[in-house]
Protein backbone atom coordinates (compact mmCIF):
# COMPACT_ATOMS: atom_id res chain seq x y z
CA UNK A 1 0.00 0.00 0.00
CA UNK A 2 1.20 3.22 -1.09
CA UNK A 3 2.02 5.51 2.14
CA UNK A 4 1.53 9.29 2.05
CA UNK A 5 2.38 12.88 4.33
CA UNK A 6 -0.41 14.90 4.92
CA UNK A 7 0.60 17.19 1.85
CA UNK A 8 1.05 14.16 -0.53
CA UNK A 9 -2.84 13.35 1.08
CA UNK A 10 -4.23 16.62 -0.11
CA UNK A 11 -2.38 16.79 -3.42
CA UNK A 12 -3.67 13.16 -4.33
CA UNK A 13 -7.18 14.09 -2.84
CA UNK A 14 -7.56 17.39 -4.67
CA UNK A 15 -7.81 19.66 -1.25
CA UNK A 16 -5.26 21.82 0.33
CA UNK A 17 -3.27 20.59 3.53
CA UNK A 18 -5.70 22.96 5.68
CA UNK A 19 -8.40 21.01 4.23
CA UNK A 20 -7.17 17.85 5.46
CA UNK A 21 -6.46 19.28 9.33
CA UNK A 22 -9.68 20.69 9.17
CA UNK A 23 -11.73 17.68 8.41
CA UNK A 24 -9.36 15.73 11.58
CA UNK A 25 -10.59 19.01 14.00
CA UNK A 26 -14.16 18.29 12.42
CA UNK A 27 -13.59 14.26 13.28
CA UNK A 28 -14.70 13.23 9.77
CA UNK A 29 -10.93 11.72 9.42
CA UNK A 30 -8.37 10.19 11.74
CA UNK A 31 -4.84 11.49 12.38
CA UNK A 32 -3.08 8.34 12.31
CA UNK A 33 -0.51 7.42 14.74
CA UNK A 34 3.03 9.68 14.35
CA UNK A 35 5.88 7.22 15.36
CA UNK A 36 8.55 8.56 17.36
CA UNK A 37 10.83 11.10 15.39
CA UNK A 38 8.88 10.31 12.27
CA UNK A 39 6.07 11.63 10.13
CA UNK A 40 2.18 10.80 10.05
CA UNK A 41 1.51 8.51 6.95
CA UNK A 42 -2.05 8.34 5.11
CA UNK A 43 -2.87 5.63 2.96
CA UNK A 44 -5.35 5.45 -0.19
CA UNK A 45 -8.05 4.48 2.25
CA UNK A 46 -7.96 8.20 3.76
CA UNK A 47 -7.54 9.49 0.57
CA UNK A 48 -10.75 7.97 -0.54
CA UNK A 49 -12.56 9.29 2.46
CA UNK A 50 -11.21 12.61 1.73
CA UNK A 51 -13.05 12.23 -1.89
CA UNK A 52 -15.79 10.97 -0.48
CA UNK A 53 -16.18 14.10 1.81
CA UNK A 54 -15.65 16.65 -1.21
CA UNK A 55 -18.22 14.42 -3.28
CA UNK A 56 -20.79 14.82 -0.70
CA UNK A 57 -20.12 18.52 0.22
CA UNK A 58 -20.93 19.43 -3.44
CA UNK A 59 -23.75 17.48 -3.36
CA UNK A 60 -25.08 19.82 -0.65
CA UNK A 61 -24.39 17.88 2.48
CA UNK A 62 -23.28 19.52 5.58
CA UNK A 63 -20.19 18.24 7.58
CA UNK A 64 -22.66 16.80 9.81
CA UNK A 65 -24.75 14.97 7.91
CA UNK A 66 -21.61 13.42 6.13
CA UNK A 67 -20.45 12.48 9.67
CA UNK A 68 -23.71 10.31 9.69
CA UNK A 69 -23.22 8.99 6.50
CA UNK A 70 -19.43 8.35 7.47
CA UNK A 71 -20.87 6.09 10.30
CA UNK A 72 -23.31 4.32 8.19
CA UNK A 73 -20.93 3.38 5.50
CA UNK A 74 -20.91 -0.17 6.57
CA UNK A 75 -23.18 -1.54 3.96
CA UNK A 76 -25.92 -2.64 6.43
CA UNK A 77 -27.31 0.72 6.97
CA UNK A 78 -28.79 2.03 3.27
CA UNK A 79 -31.77 2.86 5.11
CA UNK A 80 -30.50 4.74 7.35
CA UNK A 81 -28.83 6.62 4.91
CA UNK A 82 -31.47 7.12 2.39
CA UNK A 83 -33.78 8.58 4.68
CA UNK A 84 -30.52 11.54 4.98
CA UNK A 85 -30.24 11.22 1.14
CA UNK A 86 -34.35 12.32 0.76
CA UNK A 87 -33.97 15.01 3.75
CA UNK A 88 -31.40 16.67 1.66
CA UNK A 89 -33.31 15.92 -1.88
CA UNK A 90 -36.51 18.08 0.02
CA UNK A 91 -34.24 20.40 0.87
CA UNK A 92 -32.41 20.78 -2.34
CA UNK A 93 -36.34 21.07 -4.33
CA UNK A 94 -37.00 23.75 -1.57
CA UNK A 95 -34.11 25.88 -2.10
CA UNK A 96 -35.08 25.66 -6.26
CA UNK A 97 -38.83 26.76 -5.59
CA UNK A 98 -37.46 29.73 -4.00
CA UNK A 99 -34.48 30.22 -6.57
CA UNK A 100 -37.40 29.79 -8.94
CA UNK A 101 -39.40 32.87 -6.99
CA UNK A 102 -36.53 34.63 -6.89
CA UNK A 103 -35.93 34.65 -10.64
CA UNK A 104 -39.54 35.35 -11.52
CA UNK A 105 -39.68 38.26 -9.55
CA UNK A 106 -36.16 39.92 -10.66
CA UNK A 107 -37.45 39.18 -14.14
CA UNK A 108 -40.10 41.43 -13.48
CA UNK A 109 -38.23 44.13 -12.36
CA UNK A 110 -35.97 43.58 -15.37
CA UNK A 111 -38.80 43.76 -17.96
CA UNK A 112 -40.23 47.26 -15.84
CA UNK A 113 -36.82 48.57 -16.22
CA UNK A 114 -36.33 47.98 -19.77
CA UNK A 115 -40.11 49.57 -20.17
CA UNK A 116 -38.89 53.03 -18.38
CA UNK A 117 -36.98 55.61 -20.32
CA UNK A 118 -36.63 58.83 -19.68
CA UNK A 119 -36.00 60.48 -16.53
CA UNK A 120 -38.01 58.68 -13.97
CA UNK A 121 -37.43 56.44 -11.13
CA UNK A 122 -35.58 53.21 -11.46
CA UNK A 123 -38.36 50.38 -10.49
CA UNK A 124 -35.96 47.77 -9.78
CA UNK A 125 -34.26 50.19 -7.15
CA UNK A 126 -38.08 51.46 -6.26
CA UNK A 127 -39.02 48.30 -5.52
CA UNK A 128 -36.15 47.74 -3.24
CA UNK A 129 -36.52 50.59 -1.42
CA UNK A 130 -38.76 50.49 2.13
CA UNK A 131 -42.07 52.09 1.67
CA UNK A 132 -41.93 55.76 2.18
CA UNK A 133 -38.27 56.00 1.34
CA UNK A 134 -38.86 57.71 -1.33
CA UNK A 135 -40.84 60.82 0.23
CA UNK A 136 -38.19 61.51 2.43
CA UNK A 137 -35.72 62.81 -0.84
Known sequence: MQTFTISGLAQHAG????????YQRRGLLAAPEKPLGGIRRYGD????RV????RA???????????LLLRLDD???CADARV?????????RKRLADLQRIEAALTQLVDRCDA???KVSCPLIA???PPGAREDR
Not at 15 to 22: A, K, N, P
Not at 57 to 67: D, K, N, P, Y
Open 45 to 48: PDVA
Open 84 to 92: IAVHKRDEV
Open 127 to 129: ALQ
Open 75 to 77: GAH
Open 116 to 118: RRG
Open 15 to 22: VHVETIRF
Open 51 to 54: QFIK
Open 57 to 67: QHLGFTLGEIA
